[in-house]
């Protein structure tokens, strides 16, 4: 159904607030029937890489509406996914510096909560304070991920081998940095997986993309394509804006 294009599916929040980082939870719900129904296998993320055609889901941030809202439709279907957590910020709320505005004040999974996830869901860091790692001398931007590492490995008893880049925001010396603690790190890129891919710096398509009128049913059709296509030149401009 998809043409052999694996994706790896990014999502934040799942509230009815209509921010850039919230999707509606009965839309997720809709789109996690679509991938049972589909046939399109759902895998963990280090197991998509290596299948054609597959789909792997990743959270952004550790928000607790992901409790309420992703596990019991993740559970219902026997999807694993990838829930990526700021280590300070855990049990708190998602007020790190250089919050964008328009963001909505939502509280974060804690310690406790992270801990009792099922074995399928995995934890993966986020580094500890969600900077743009760019921005960073080498030494700060490789602290800020392996001190999220360490905690997380400590606080739950668990290898974390996987990074998400905060803004999806990257460079070759960034990337460098996390080849010293991660086996896989990924970022923002609307793009499926390609052919060759680089373990770290993975693409991701942000599902905010696909909540209006093209639903993630299309995401796999040519019209999905090259609206993606088209969402990720304008994106990528607005980055060299910003950056």
Known sequence: MNGGRSAILTYHSLDDSGSVISTPPSQFQRQMEFLAASGIPVLPLDQALHRPGSVAITFDDGFRNVLDHALPALERHGFPATIFVVSDYCGRGNNWPGQSAGIPSLPLMSWAELAGLPVPISVGAHTATHPNLMRLPA???EREMSECQTRIEQSLGRPVRWLAYPYGASSPEVRSLAGHHFDLAVGTLLQFLP???????????DTYYFRGWLSLERLFTPSGRLYLGARALLRKARQYVVW
Request: glycine letters at 0%; charged letters at 30%; aromatic letters at 8%.
């Open 139 to 141: 030494c700060e931007c």
């Open 195 to 205: 052919a060759r891919w680089n373990p770290l710096d993975l693409p991701r398509i």
